[in-house]
T-cell receptor, first 114, second 116 residues
């Protein structure tokens, strides 16, 4: 079974631009979560989608948004980019958002904001 | 609120030795899951092992085992017979309760270096 895929893998943007990252979950997985990883803050939860509905959102400004499509694929968007948005963005999928379900991660998208 | 604490920023171990990575957690939930992930320099998070809060036996997966001490809120990862390829960042994480089960809460990680 194919793993979680994320595109693009690398991205360079300038301040003020916006960016869209894509995530395709493992086949059959309906829950998709997004995380931001930075050296200073570590791994932080952004949001989670299940059956096209955002179920939970982390403590991030409204510039960070996402959505999930009927095939469970998900996108996240960051508008008006800031230097501090430079990070590794990780997507993870699981069968459902139960505490017993393992989240499997994709390779991540490295975003550099100049 | 849930919290994971990993007190070892870095560890250096000789190849073929066993290594224990520490993890303590804090939660008021009765139902929760504990996970360990490995992150090589490439950045991908690789799932290693899972322990449920109601599991009475310690979880094992090949060379990985989880030393679960519920009363102490401790979930240490043990890697037996370490290999050079085990050099990576290791993260302990938990997923708990019902309202918060959507997200993983991570510790700060331990950088493990295996010396030949």
């Amino acid at each position: 079974k194919a793993g979680v895929t994320q595109t693009p893998r690398y991205l360079i943007k300038t301040r003020g631009q916006q960016v869209t990252l894509s995530c395709s979950p493992i086949s059959g997985h309906r829950s998709v979560s997004w995380y931001q990883q930075t050296p200073g803050q570590g791994l932080q939860f952004l949001f989670e989608y299940f059956s096209e509905t955002q179920r939970n959102k982390g403590n991030f400004p409204g510039r960070f948004s996402g959505r999930q499509f009927s095939n469970s694929r998900s996108e996240m968007n960051v508008s008006t980019l800031e230097l501090g948005d430079s990070a590794l963005y990780l997507c993870a999928s699981s069968m459902d958002p139960s505490y017993q379900e393992t989240q499997y991660f994709g390779p991540g998208t490295r975003l550099l904001v100049l | 609120a849930q919290k994971i604490t990993q007190t070892q920023p870095g560890m250096f171990v000789q190849e073929k030795e066993a290594v224990t990575l520490d993890c303590t957690y804090d939660t008021s939930d009765q139902s929760y899951g504990l996970f360990w992930y490995k992150q090589p320099s490439s950045g991908e998070m690789i799932f290693l092992i899972y322990q449920g809060s109601y599991d009475e036996q310690n979880a094992t997966e090949g060379r990985y085992s989880l030393n679960f001490q519920k009363a102490r809120k401790s979930a240490n990862l043990v890697i037996s017979a370490s290999q050079l390829g085990d050099s990576a960042m290791y993260f302990c994480a938990m997923r708990g309760g019902f309202q918060g089960a959507q997200k993983l809460v991570f510790g700060q990680g331990t950088r493990l270096t295996i010396n030949p």
